[in-house]
């Protein structure tokens, strides 16, 4: 069976220096020349898109799309994870008042909660008789949050991939239990975040934001933090740029991570995750 | 600025239903018709690689990986995770070790470790005299564990663009403190799983694995696990044949699920995961 890898990787429409420059800001580190194609020119472009317009997506995207996140890996194959595709506006409008009723919830054509699911096991041990301990431990929460995101995130590339855009929703964590109601989940099934899927309504698209320098975020054998503050205090004006040309308010980096986790007031409830997700089945022992 | 989307997808090497009936295995539900291109391919041909060529990789490899993974999404924009580069044979050797000794962690060219890090914002707090209050909750830690694995899958989709292959080693999580002393990690900083890249060894990419059908992983509206028992009995066999051609034993999906998660035996010390966390700095309030 020939290998993906057999097939010339198809060539970009932009340069690599392009790309990263547009990934890291203007006047971020250089970084040395490397392998450039359409795969990694797909994946570089990505912005997440807050409006959409309403147009249904061609038949089969859904069907592109599982089969893609599917084609992720999954810890030991145990798929602990499951998509929920939520069309009654109702419903959507209910998820959009959990999560600081952010509109484009209601508008995207195509809206899915990515759930970290350890009851398809668990119904299995049920079935053979054998209780399924290992389930009752905070590791099993995690691989099936780890295999929900590692399957979202082929999702989000393969929407990139028909021309869709989209964005994550983790605030649907700030009331996990309503959600779960809403979607009829089982004991051991939560919502870990939703994701808006649609075409980009025209000038939502926006720029792609800069991320910190490669130097902040890779080490060599040992962590070393010797040089960041140089390297933030660097990155913090491309971010204001970038925020004043693109967003509501004009903030640096260093400010918007203060604003969001120095204090527990734009946390929205999800100090109490632990409390849902025992309360949702979850052991976490 | 031109979107992605507004350059036309390359054209796939195979059909779309023959990728579908790699990733479902012979005799799986038919899918409808849908969207097809290279990118799709790509992501659609994907198989996790347990041996490797010791061939070094291209020049600008690593960043190329790396630029991709920070071009996934991140919470609020924390960027909340790292990566380690790990070239030390010894360092290697005693990660194989934590990690059931896989083999490939001492032969893969390149080895990284995915970390969830809150450490960067915790300095960033301590640089401006803030205490980061939000980040002694699950709510962050399961953030950073997100936000590593949206990085490390757009790495993997990265690497396998450019005809590379992977595999993910979670059995780093088999002794978290360990590993931390090998990287030498601060406070608030773990590896959640491991990253093995390379070119494949002769005959060690293997087939396509197939996973459940959509129909037992995707939900319209509600749960519904009705139809679930029908639909893994009908994916076993398919499990078995894979099995069969392409892994030591041929056990179907039940079984290794029950011989998984139906006991501690095979659970690798990841019943500790919670109190490894506790000790290395996150508070999981």
């Known amino acids: 069976m020939p290998a993906a890898a057999a097939t010339p990787a198809p060539a970009a429409s932009i340069p690599r220096a392009e790309a990263l420059a547009r990934r890291y800001g203007p006047g971020a580190p250089a970084l040395p020349d490397g392998p450039w194609n359409a795969h990694l020119e797909l994946l570089l472009s990505h912005r997440s898109v807050r409006g959409y317009l309403p147009d249904p997506l061609p038949p089969g995207t859904l069907e592109t799309l599982v089969a893609a996140a599917q084609s992720a890996a999954t810890s030991s194959n145990l798929q602990s994870w499951s998509v929920a595709v939520v069309e009654d506006p109702a419903a959507r409008d209910a998820l959009a008042r959990i999560a600081s ?128 503050a140089a390297l933030v205090a660097a990155y913090d004006p491309r971010m204001e740029d970038f925020s004043r040309r693109n967003e509501v308010s004009a903030d640096g980096w260093a400010r918007r991570v203060l604003a969001r986790v120095g204090t527990l007031a734009n946390f929205g409830g999800r100090e109490k995750l632990g409390a849902a997700l025992r309360a949702l089945g979850f052991a976490l022992k």
Chains 1, 2 share one sequence.
């Not at 009851?119 to 399924?132: T, V, W, Y």
């Not at 309504?201 to 054998?221: D, M, S, T, Y």
Request: glycine share 10%.
């Open 101 to 228: 009723n952010q509109k484009h919830i209601r508008e995207c054509p195509l809206f899915l909660v990515f759930l970290a699911d350890l009851s398809r096991n668990r119904r299995l041990g049920d079935r053979a008789g054998q209780e399924m301990v290992a389930l009752d431990y905070l590791e099993s929460f995690l691989v099936a949050a780890i295999d929900a995101a590692l399957a979202a995130q082929n999702a989000v590339v393969a929407a990139e991939a028909m021309g869709l855009s989209t964005v994550y929703i983790g605030a649907l964590r700030n009331d996990p239990e309503a959600v779960a109601r809403l979607l009829g989940l089982p004991p051991g099934c939560v919502g870990v975040f939703g994701l808006c899927v649609g075409r980009a309504a025209p000038g939502a698209e926006g720029e792609v934001k800069p991320r910190l320098p490669q130097q902040a975020i890779v080490f060599r054998g040992r962590h070393d933090a010797t040089q960041e």
